[in-house]
């Protein structure tokens, strides 16, 4: 009989393992079934793994084969549409990315970012594309001149002296020329004075008195110091206490015009150049943030038919009607917006961890965001505080960080198998669209990722 039980025992624990191996844990399946092996595994795996993949997909689009050294491709497409270009912003933002990943010793990274560098003062008078995109856009030279900045940081006194400076000045001082002259927006669509050109603007004008105070440039030192003021008495004005948000563009040169005023160039302004009392954590970015989100979530089909843990699909803007191949269609939510929204949580959150007098009231410009973040109405969440150290601010820190990682899942839910990221996804399928293994894209992904792991990009 001991036997026989002992059998019996034996046969219930293998069917088990069978019947383990064949149903599995049925979130797993489900997972497996529905939403594709890709979210089978934690947010923190695919998160490491799509760093290594954006950060390979972006040394493949430097200097591919059949370019010169330091051409940075904004996407290895070249029909449909032709992004085989290098674009002053695009290349300027993949290489604040590369410049983080600069360590003494490192030299391929040291070859890409000298490389870069060469091309870049070769072109220094804007030449180098000569499509149909809308030109003067004076946010590409305040992107390269931050990002040559940071190289400068990292580099020794003989290649900043005879290489960075005279690069770095023509661009500060052509800066400080133009900075009030309307130009081209991020998009190359809109002439007017945009937000996000001010906000580079004035991060490189800052950045900039400081490195030449720092080798003794008195004159350019408070040149651009005051500069950086009027830039920031200009960005002041684009807050509107009735719309309650922050407007993307004045003062138009022509027709093109959004009704709206909404654009996420504001949100991926604060992630390139915050500054007090534009950051992440500010009560007027988050009040553009959530009316920008509240736009998209109605605009797109996806949104709806979305599985309920993942974020919002961001687009660029709400009248955008360029479709990755032409305008005049219909524009779809973008992977960069989309990790640009994850973006600024993890600053938001980056930014009041690191302060230990944060204190943020619930008040009549943010609680429409709070309202969305914590699920209710905003007569509920008026008043409330958080102050550093409380349970309360851990709940806000863990509601925020939760948040930010579904943006992040909506970007893994509609990238490639392989880990590859185009430009947009279609509004109505969710399939990628637009140019493939956008450079953009990486970069846009690994600042996000950064910002989560505690470590904004600089
Ligand atoms: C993924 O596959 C697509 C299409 O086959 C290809 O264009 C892309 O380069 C691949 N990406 C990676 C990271 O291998």
């Known amino acids: 009989m001991k036997l026989l039980g002992l059998i019996l025992l034996l046969q219930v624990v293998a069917l088990m393992v069978v ?52 051409f940075v491709a ?4 070249k029909f449909g549409p032709d992004y085989f270009y290098t674009w002053t912003r695009d290349a300027g933002l993949v290489m604040r990315v590369v410049v983080s990943r600069y360590d003494d010793g490192n030299e391929e990274v040291k070859r890409l970012l000298h490389d870069y560098v060469a091309q870049e003062i070769y072109h220094q008078d804007g030449s180098g594309y000569e499509g149909s995109w809308g030109r003067p856009q004076n946010d590409g030279p305040a992107i390269r001149v931050t990002t ?3 190289l400068a940081k990292k580099s020794s006194p003989r290649y900043v002296e005879g290489t960075l400076r005279p690069a770095i000045l023509r661009d500060l001082d052509y800066i400080a020329r133009v900075w009030e002259e309307p130009c081209f927006d991020l998009w190359e669509e809109v002439c007017g004075v945009h937000f996000y050109t001010l906000m580079v603007m004035r991060r490189a004008m800052v950045d900039g008195a400081e490195f030449a105070r720092e080798f003794g440039d008195h004159k350019r030192a408070s040149h651009y110091a005051q500069t950086a003021d009027s830039i920031l008495s200009r960005l002041d004005t684009f807050w509107s206490s009735s719309s309650n948000y922050l407007s993307v563009t004045q003062d138009h040169c022509d027709n093109v015009w959004k009704h709206s005023g909404l654009d996420t160039a504001v949100i991926l302004a604060v ?88 204190l943020i009231t619930v008040n009549d ?56 990221l185009s430009e947009q996804f279609n509004r109505w399928t969710g399939f990628e669209q637009g140019a493939r293994d956008l450079t953009w894209s990486y970069a846009s992904f690994i600042s996000a990722a950064d910002a989560r792991a505690g470590q904004p990009l600089p």
């Open 148 to 150: 040559l900045l940071l």
């Open 365 to 420: 410009i943010n609680s429409g965001f709070f309202a969305r973040l914590f699920e209710t109405s905003e007569d509920k969440v008026k008043g409330l505080s958080f102050r550093y150290g409380t349970k309360a601010f851990e709940t806000l820190v863990d509601t925020m960080t939760t948040r930010a990682d579904r943006f992040m899942a909506t970007v893994q839910y509609h990238q490639h198998d392989n880990g590859s």
């Open 74 to 77: 904004a996407s290895p497409s």
């Open 271 to 358: 992630n390139h150049a915050g500054m007090k009392p534009y950051t992440a954590g500010s009560d007027k970015l988050l009040a553009t943030a959530h009316r920008l989100e509240s736009a998209f979530e109605n605009l797109y089909p996806i949104n709806d038919l979305h599985p309920a843990d993942l974020g919002t699909a961001i687009g660029r803007y709400p009248e955008d009607s360029y479709d990755g191949y032409a305008s005049g269609s219909y524009g779809n939510p973008w992977f960069l917006t989309t990790a640009a929204m994850a973006e600024l949580y993890y600053r938001a959150v980056h930014e009041w961890e690191q302060d230990k007098n944060t």
């Open 19 to 70: 019947a383990r191996v064949i149903f599995q844990d049925p979130v797993v399946a489900f997972q497996k079934e529905i939403l594709g092996s890709k979210f089978a595994i934690t947010m923190d795996e695919w998160l490491e793994q799509e760093a290594a993949v954006s950060w390979d997909c972006i040394r493949r689009n430097i200097n591919p084969p059949g370019t010169i050294r330091g």
